[in-house]
């Protein structure tokens, strides 16, 4: 039984916060980072392969579960794929606090107050164990 339940929360699939608020709001309550991640999900290249090999990775969901609140400012271009107009302009808000460059994949670790504490531009060059490590080192260090 205790086999079942593990397996059925590794197959969860991470959970995302679209409000940053309410992410630095539950940061704080639950002592966890903020992991804010610009992708462009239908059209960038490396976005798309963060996201399927780093963050979609075992390794990296499994150390998330208890040291992060999961951001995703997402802009996608394809009309299909088009956010809500009040989330368009929340993902508006954090790129022009966060990501004044339009970088993506832009990746950054914040406290529950918003302060940066790390950030990666573009996909990852070190492993998935690597990065993962060193997210989680990071979180480690911010206790």
């Known amino acids: ?5 593990l397996l059925l929360i590794f197959s969860l699939p991470i959970q995302w916060e679209t409000d940053f608020e309410n ?10 980072l903020i992991l804010l991640n610009f992708s462009g999900s239908d059209w960038c290249a490396p976005c798309i392969l963060m996201h399927r090999d780093y963050i979609g990775s075992e390794a990296f969901a499994a150390m998330a579960k208890d040291n ?3 951001v995703n400012a997402d802009f996608p ?3 299909k794929n088009a956010l809500s107009p009040e989330l368009a302009k929340r993902n508006d ?4 606090k966060y990501n004044k ?3 993506f994949p832009l990746t950054l670790l914040l406290d ?11 996909k990852p060059e070190s492993s998935v164990e690597d990065w993962t490590k060193e997210v989680k080192a990071v979180c480690d260090a911010n206790r």
């Open 68 to 70: 992060l609140v999961l």
């Open 77 to 79: 271009r394809k009309k």
């Open 93 to 96: 808000g954090l790129a022009e």
């Open 112 to 122: 529950a107050n918003g302060k940066v504490l790390k950030t990666w531009k573009g």
């Open 1 to 5: 039984m205790k086999l079942l339940a």
């Open 101 to 103: 460059y339009g970088d």
């Open 23 to 32: 992410a630095k709001k539950t940061a704080a309550e639950q002592h966890k």
